[in-house]
Nanobody
């Protein structure tokens, strides 16, 4: 099983990006998925999470600019980011939680996730 992120890139402040995360070799639709980011010299932090049923939870300071959605027919989760600024520069990674609970959950702790992608670089210039 693996996760592969794509769709990062370089944008100017105020711009938008929509990284994607494609799962293969797993029953992607069963699992919650999360997005995390790690800036140079900083610890990894959660961006947000989406349950298998589409419920979404964000880290509070991101919910007004970021959106997460999923397309289970494509085994893909998206992170829509708008109004980006230099502080959003980081490697963005997705992960899935193999714990299956009826109704789904939205984990926000990295230790709750079982499978990780390698990440995609997002660079925002001011």
């Amino acid at each position: 099983a693996q996760l592969v992120e794509a769709g990062g890139g370089s944008v100017q402040s105020g711009g938008s990006l929509r990284p994607s995360c494609v799962g293969s070799g797993l029953s992607f639709h069963q699992y919650s998925a999360g997005w995390f980011r790690q800036a140079p010299g900083k610890d990894r932090e959660v961006v947000g999470s989406i349950s298998r049923d589409g419920g979404v939870v964000f880290a509070d300071y991101k919910k007004d600019r970021f959106t997460i959605c999923r397309d289970n027919s494509r085994s893909t989760v998206y992170l829509q980011m708008t109004n980006l600024n230099a502080e959003d520069t980081a490697v963005y990674s997705c992960a899935v939680d193999y714990l299956v609970i009826p109704g789904g959950t939205c984990p926000l702790k990295s230790y709750e996730y079982d499978l990780w992608g390698r990440g995609t670089q997002v660079t925002v210039s001011s």
